[in-house]
């Protein structure tokens, strides 16, 4: 059986950036990756929407808040040095009604006691930086970018397989038990053991934690986000990232224009519950997914908090019209002929039992190991920086 000082499960953009903070700390440490898919970045971070955002949304004070301030001056500086494609094009975050005001007034408030450089702008200002869009107010936060988070990846699998530590895809963790000074993992590929385990499962996440013996506070519980993309003759409407002001009442940032690192525009996302963690069709099933979610007393709990958004976002994966009519806030001249589908992704949300979703970033603690078990967006442009705060927090070996 091998032996390695320190095994990682999950190969995402979080669990390679943990490998690379370690060998930048501890440059002979003997690293094993765990990825039980063919190839890197294959869920979450694949498929997310390319934004290094800036933090303005997050609560002052939080992990979220502090990680992506720093992860995203770190995630440039590390785009920068390896020639990662990437661009700090700014966003606007737009009021469309009366009853919005007031929020977008207390978000400029938040970015500015996050220390951002976040600037109110007038209807006719937001015109100047995105012609199409109607509102009455906007603010403009100029640190937000664009990344392709897949090469990122494959930059850090380089990085990291050049500092000796042994890469393992399609090997799918299978049990985990202690043997002495040491944990035992048990895979689709044998044994192997480790001083220390940090498990950045992402949609698997709560699982694995269990499976070592941890009690996490929350369940994982998986929601779709889907897409549309513009057609390229219309990508013109839409310059760099459009935003509305998000619900404080609903967890989800709501349907906005993003453009891609490849120039491409996506709108979206709407978000559906899930019935399978990694189900990115809506006719996508796995009975375990299925029944844990609907035994979960959280998820009822959550059901009955938001129903009345619930059922809009529902009313929008199934109606393109509806889709549109979302989007038509931002920028009337869209209409239904200028989308075509786009791929869609899964969210992995923490939720308590009394159906609260887990704000910030969560990690848990059990023997020889830890377990990030909360970390959807900003997730990919904070993980720079979750990978040195974990490798400072596990011991040396």
Not at 252 to 259: I, K, M
């Amino acid at each position: 059986m091998q032996r390695y000082d320190y095994a990682i499960i999950g190969g995402g953009i979080v669990g390679l950036s943990v490998a690379w903070a370690i060998l930048e700390r501890q440059s002979r440490a003997r690293i094993a990756v765990l990825e039980k898919e063919c190839d890197w970045s294959r869920h979450q971070t694949g498929r997310n929407s390319g934004v290094i955002h800036s933090g303005i949304y997050y609560k002052p004070g939080s992990l979220k808040a502090k990680l992506c301030r720093e992860g995203n001056r770190r995630l440039l500086e590390f785009c920068n040095t390896h020639g990662i494609r990437h661009e700090v094009c700014g966003k606007v975050i737009v009021a469309t009604t009366e009853s919005e005001l007031p929020l977008l007034e207390k978000l400029h408030a938040r970015g500015v006691e996050n220390g951002l450089p976040v600037r109110k702008m007038t209807a006719a200002q937001v015109k100047e930086l995105e012609p199409h869009v109607s509102c009455l107010a906007g603010l403009h936060v100029p640190s937000t970018g664009i990344v392709d988070y897949t090469g990122v990846c494959r930059k850090l699998v380089g990085l990291i397989a050049a500092r000796g530590a042994d890469l393992r895809l399609n090997t799918r963790v299978l049990g985990f038990h202690q043997g002495g000074n040491e944990a035992v993992l048990e895979t689709s590929n044998g044994s192997l053991a480790a001083g220390w385990v940090i498990s950045c499962a992402g949609l698997q996440s709560d699982r694995v934690a269990r499976l070592a013996g941890a009690k996490p506070e929350a369940r994982i519980v998986p929601f779709r986000g889907e897409y549309y993309e513009l057609k390229p003759a219309r990508r013109g409407l839409v310059r760099n990232l459009i935003y509305p002001v998000p619900d404080p009442e609903f967890p989800f940032l709501g349907v906005h224009f993003t453009r891609m690192i490849d120039g491409s525009v996506h709108a979206g996302p709407n978000a559906v519950l899930s019935l399978k963690r990694e189900g990115y069709h809506r006719m996508s099933f796995n009975l375990r997914d299925f029944i844990e979610t609907i035994t979960y007393t959280g998820f009822w709990r959550m059901a009955a908090k938001h129903a009345k958004s619930g059922l809009e976002e529902m009313h929008r994966s199934f109606s393109k019209q509806a889709f549109v009519r979302s989007l038509q806030k931002l920028i009337p001249e869209i209409c239904e002929d200028d989308l075509i589908p786009a791929e869609a992704g899964v969210r992995a949300q923490a939720l308590r039992p009394d159906g609260g979703l887990v704000d910030d970033f969560l990690m848990v603690r059990s023997d020889r190991a830890l377990h990030v078990c909360n970390a959807p967006s900003p997730a990919a442009t904070a993980s720079l920086e979750i990978g040195r705060m974990i490798a400072e927090q596990v011991p040396a070996l």
